[in-house]
């Protein structure tokens, strides 16, 4: 069985987390050994990592220390536990990835998603999502969300402003690059996004075997 490396984006409080185990449930079906994972984070390294960049102690830590820590973070992540998951065949499903790189760190804090995604270069080892899924809803809604759910984090503090940015950025990242982003409604019942999604998902995976039934 032929690997495959889903990424699922979107702004705080989108409901990601309910939607990657949905989907995973689904992918477990098709016969695939399904790997969780999440960013920053997914290895010991990575974690500690993460305690560092969402602590909201750190108010002093500038925007690039910002973007280099989420690059270390990914590169152990991919090196330790993508990879080698990608190289034996499983399915991975990556709660963030670079794009949340390009929208948080490129566009929000307005360091340049060319800067981001060249940086990220080191971090990525060649690795990339066959599928992103970006679930679009509007910030104040995610915000709201993520308020009503537990204490926000340094970077769920920031400003409307910088994440309504993001949000702008992950409908300009989904248009640029419509055959790798698939974009769904964020306002839709649950139930009405996970059928979306793997009816996607679905679609992808079936053409995928179709092509190399052909080529066999």
Same mark, same amino acid.
């Given at each position: 069985?032929?690997?495959?490396?889903?990424?699922?984006?979107?702004? $705080?409080?989108?409901? *990601?987390?309910?939607?990657?185990?949905?989907?995973?449930?689904?992918?477990?079906?098709?016969?695939?050994?399904?790997?969780?994972?999440?960013?920053?984070?997914?290895?010991?390294?990575?974690?500690?990592?993460?305690?560092?960049?969402?602590?909201?102690?750190?108010?002093?830590?500038?925007?690039?220390?910002?973007?280099?820590?989420?690059?270390?973070?990914?590169?152990?992540?991919?090196?330790?536990?993508?990879?080698?998951?990608?190289?034996?065949?499983?399915?991975?499903?990556?709660?963030?990835?670079?794009?949340?790189?390009?929208?948080?760190?490129?566009?929000?804090?307005?360091?340049?998603?060319?800067?981001?995604?060249?940086?990220?270069?080191?971090?990525?080892?060649?690795?990339?999502?066959?599928?992103?899924?970006?679930?679009?809803?509007?910030?104040?809604?995610?915000? *709201?969300?993520?308020? $009503?759910?537990?204490?926000?984090?340094?970077?769920?503090?920031?400003?409307?402003?910088?994440?309504?940015?993001?949000?702008?950025?992950?409908?300009?990242?989904? *248009?640029?690059?419509?055959?790798?982003?698939? *974009?769904?409604?964020?306002?839709?019942?649950?139930?009405?996004?996970?059928?979306?999604?793997?009816?996607?998902?679905?679609?992808?995976?079936?053409?995928?075997?179709?092509?190399?039934?052909?080529?066999?």
């Amino acid at each position: 069985m032929n690997s495959v490396f889903i990424t699922m984006e979107g702004p $705080d409080g989108a409901g *990601k987390s309910t939607q990657i185990e949905l989907l995973s449930q689904y992918l477990q079906t098709r016969g695939y050994d399904v790997v969780l994972t999440r960013e920053p984070g997914g290895t010991d390294i990575s974690e500690a990592i993460r305690e560092v960049i969402l602590n909201k102690e750190y108010t002093k830590m500038g925007h690039m220390t910002e973007l280099l820590l989420y690059a270390a973070a990914r590169a152990q992540l991919v090196e330790e536990v993508i990879k080698p998951a990608l190289l034996s065949g499983k399915a991975v499903i990556c709660d963030r990835f670079v794009d949340s790189s390009a929208v948080y760190q490129g566009l929000g804090r307005e360091l340049g998603v060319d800067k981001v995604y060249g940086i990220n270069e080191y971090a990525l080892a060649g690795i990339s999502p066959d599928l992103t899924i970006f679930i679009d809803l509007e910030a104040e809604e995610g915000l *709201k969300r993520k308020k $009503d759910q537990s204490e926000l984090d340094r970077m769920e503090m920031e400003s409307l402003a910088f994440h309504q940015r993001v949000v702008e950025g992950y409908r300009q990242l989904a *248009k640029l690059d419509p055959e790798r982003i698939f *974009k769904v409604d964020g306002s839709l019942p649950i139930e009405n996004i996970s059928t979306l999604i793997i009816t996607e998902v679905k679609n992808r995976l079936d053409r995928e075997h179709l092509i190399l039934d052909q080529q066999a």
